[in-house]
């Protein structure tokens, strides 16, 4: 069994930042590649990170390389997305997914209740 709870969201100016935490509630957080989709009304959904089990490998969306970083904490079983310098098509709620291939490229086995992240122009 396995619980996602993501926190951090808000409502910020276009340029500013956020970083989401999603918490993971298991016995196995270590096995699981982690990763943040985010959906916008009326928009299409999006893989915007992922993160390998070990941490060693991170993938990014073209439109935030260089904006987001995604990072894990296995001894806290917990995975972060820090978000600089946001634009107004960042705008969306962004679910914390957990992939058990364990490569966190994508698939999402387990997804979070999501938390919404609006920019302002």
């Known amino acids: 069994q396995v619980q996602l709870a993501e926190s951090g969201g808000g409502l910020v100016q276009a340029g500013d930042s956020l970083r989401l935490t999603c918490a993971f509630s298991?016995?196995?957080?270590?096995?699981?590649?982690m990763g943040w989709i985010r959906q916008a009304p009326g928009k299409e959904r999006e893989f915007v990170s992922g993160?390998?089990?070990?941490?060693?490998?991170?993938y990014y969306l073209d439109s935030v390389k260089g904006r987001f970083t995604i990072s894990r904490d296995n001894a806290k079983d917990a995975v972060y997305l820090q978000m600089n310098n946001l634009k107004v098509e960042d705008t969306a709620t962004y679910y914390c997914?957990?992939?058990?291939?364990?490569?966190?490229?994508?698939?999402?086995?387990?997804w979070g209740q999501g938390t919404r992240v609006t920019v302002s122009s």
């Open positions: 997914v957990a992939d058990g291939t364990g490569r966190g490229t994508g698939r999402s086995d387990y």
């Open positions: 298991g016995r196995t957080f270590g096995t699981y590649g």
């Open positions: 993160i390998s089990r070990d941490g060693d490998n991170a």
